[in-house]
Every structure is written in C-alpha cells, then in structure tokens.
C-alpha cells in the first residue's frame, strides 16, 4: 500500500507561478516506478496534467505544455509540479498519482491517489 500527500496548493493571480509537491509512503514491499499530477477543473473529468516514470519518461498534457514542469525521484517517492503563466483555467483540485510494483506479490499496483490540493487562479 501507498500514501500520497500533497502540498502546495492556494490561491494564485494570473500570470503567476506555484508548485505543488508529493510525497509518497507505505509498506517496503510496494516500489513506486512512475508518478503523475492530474486535476479536476469545475464540472470537468479529472485529466492527466504530466507524469513522470522512473526511466525518466516525461508526458504532459497539451493544456500545460510550456508552462508546468514535473520533476521527482522515485527513489525517494517524491514528486513536484511547478506550474507557471497560471491562467483562470488552471483552477481545480490536483491529484498526485502513483503506480508501484510490489515485490512480495509479483504483482502491479496502479492508481493510487492523494486527496487532492485545490489551486485557484483569479484575480
């Protein structure tokens, strides 16, 4: 099992810039190999905003690319968003996303979620 904690979030004017940070914890045998944000805008499904694989794979979703940049170590289960040129249409609660292997099962875990921080772009 894994926990997510996120942090970071608040209330921000356009043109501004905040970071998000996750931190994962849990039982040794579960290994995280790839973490992501995603965020639910008002009345919207919840969208991939980027994710971040322990070979180093990056992938961000078309609304964020040139503004947000994802970083972390899976080693160290952390994760961190920082977002920049936020506009009124970055609002919504963020999630950090994990996937993890769990080497006493053999088996893969996906999808574990945080709680969510609320971001809030406005003037």
């Known amino acids: 099992q894994v926990q997510l904690v996120e942090s970071g979030g608040g209330l921000v004017q356009p043109g501004g810039s905040l970071t998000l940070s996750c931190a994962g914890s849990g039982s040794g045998a579960s290994s995280i190999y790839a973490m992501a944000w995603y965020r639910r805008a008002p009345g919207k499904q919840r969208d991939l905003v980027a994710s971040?694989?322990?070979?180093?794979?990056?992938t961000y979703g078309d609304a964020v690319k040139g503004r947000f940049t994802i970083s972390g170590d899976m080693a160290k289960n952390t994760v961190s968003l920082q977002m920049n040129r936020l506009t009124p249409e970055d609002t919504g609660v963020y999630y950090c996303?994990?996937?993890?292997?769990?080497?006493?099962?053999?088996?893969?875990?996906?999808?574990?979620w945080g709680q969510g921080t609320q971001v809030t772009v406005s003037s």
């Open positions: 971040l694989t322990n070979a180093g794979v990056i």
């Open positions: 996303n994990a996937d993890a292997f769990n080497y006493n099962t053999g088996e893969y875990e996906y999808d574990y």
